[in-house]
């Protein structure tokens, strides 16, 4: 058992070392469809280091699940999303049949 886990967290911090070079590689380049996905895999291979190799430390490991989600946030192309309050509420009212 101790020898997959270490397989796995050497395959994490692998993981992490590769997609964080590529985002620091990338940075200054032309967005693309998937830079959330770069920027992001780094963040995710933290988390899960955490929570397998730090049980108590489960609000270190929540903080960067939600580092995550704001960084795909960030990179979410959202031209025109807030010109009109309405287009983002639409599909919401039309779930709720308001």
């Not at 395959?11 to 770069?38: C, D, K, Q, R, Y």
């Not at 920027?39 to 291979?45: D, G, R």
């Not at 108590?56 to 031209?79: A, H, M, Q, T, Y």
């Amino acid at each position: 058992m101790k020898k997959e886990k270490n397989g796995f967290n050497r395959f994490l911090i692998t993981g992490f070392i590769v997609f964080s070079t590529a985002f620091l590689a990338f940075m200054n380049s032309e967005p693309h469809i998937l830079s959330w996905f770069v920027k992001t895999i780094p963040i995710a291979c933290l988390p899960l280091f955490t929570f397998l190799n730090m049980p108590g430390k489960r609000l270190l490991g929540g903080g960067l699940v939600f580092s995550g989600i704001g960084d795909i946030l960030i990179e979410w192309p959202v031209e025109g999303l807030f010109e009109d309050k309405n287009k983002v509420l639409r599909p919401f009212a039309e779930i709720l049949k308001v």
